[in-house]
């Protein structure tokens, strides 16, 4: 072999090992997204699972619409505690939009049984309303793709009742849930509620 070829060869290695290590990069990175552990997580039929670990997510806040203050009748009489994965909650607090995969999940709390008409209780920090047993888990999620008719989020219910939820939850109709933060939310999301902690220093 001339001393020509042998250049030749070892260019043409070198080409065809950078073009190898940049197709594997390129592969890890296509898998490392869409693999991302913190995505939602849907079954076959396209059901998604509950997550796991939520309790470790961000906490926004808790609306609060007691009985006491809702003629004894409220739909929802518990605290609606609100978490995001962290994940998502680093990205908006870049870009001021949750990203795909979002996952804003509201789980009720009951409050602590009343001792007063107003269903209030006390305790020795005051009169008021305390955190109790678990009750509940209603969630949505940002998926552009899959819920494109509904502004891009679908909404879901694992369940108003003590823990076991539900283990997967279909997306619920567009009259049942999204329809209603459609005409009344912020961008689907009642943000007002979660700025103090979304937009904290
Ligand atoms: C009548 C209007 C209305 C309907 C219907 C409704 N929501 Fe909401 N939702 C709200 C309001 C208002 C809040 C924030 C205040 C609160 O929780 O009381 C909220 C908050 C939420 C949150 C916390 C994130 C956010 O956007 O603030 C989730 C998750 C949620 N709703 C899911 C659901 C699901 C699932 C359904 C259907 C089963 C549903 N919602 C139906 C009005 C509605």
Redesign the pocket.
Known sequence: MTDRQQNVRKVVFSLTATAMVTAVSAYQLARAESSAEWQPKWTASGELLLPKGYHEWVYLGS?L?PNALNGGNAP?PEY?N?YVQPEAYRAYRKTGEFPEGTI???ELQLTRPATNDDGSSVEVSGRGFFPAALNGI???VKDSKRFKDTNGWG???FGHHAPPYEKSAAA?PAD??A???IA??DD????K??KPILDAE
């Not at 689907?188 to 943000?191: A, E, L, P, T, Y």
């Open positions: 609306p619409t929802f609606h609100v804003l999940l509201k209603d969630i949505s909404f879901f219910n619920l049942a849930c329809n209603c933060h009344n939310a689907m999301v009642f943000k509620f979660y």
